[in-house]
């Protein structure tokens, strides 16, 4: 079983606007959240930044489910098989669909194809060790985040 540290307990957190700013390996995002402040129980607005971002990826709660919505918060995982897959997947996305949109004559045995010799994710596995996994939780779903940094801003 993963283990996570929580970050910010924004139990009930809403998050009505996300910013991302890419910029290569300076990529960033920011959710704009409305959420219960730990202390009083007001309701408070904060912005949570992430920098050095690497992979975004969104889980939407389809099937009404409640499952996971009860750990409301923002959460830090470490492991690395888990950031990797989440990293891979967001690669393996691009080219799918890459492959999908246009006429593009893809040889997977050819290693001097585009999509083989492209090797970014083999870079960013160089430094796996810099990077975490952000998930927050919301009741509609989560928020994944893969990034060096996260800085809350109340």
Known sequence: MKKAELILANFDARIPKIEI????TDSKVVFSSKMYDEENGEKISVKIHFSNV?????RIN????MIGAEAFGLYCI???GFIES????T????KEVFLLEGDYN???DDEHDMLNCFDVLGDFSKNIDDYAAFVQNVEGGEYIIIAKQVRVER
């Open 21 to 24: 700013k890419p910029k290569n």
């Open 91 to 94: 690669f393996d996305r691009r």
């Open 62 to 65: 389809l099937f009404d489910c």
């Open 78 to 80: 470490r492991d690395k």
């Open 86 to 89: 989440i990293t891979r997947g």
């Open 54 to 58: 690497s992979a975004i990826d969104f």
């Open 106 to 108: 893809y040889d997977e």
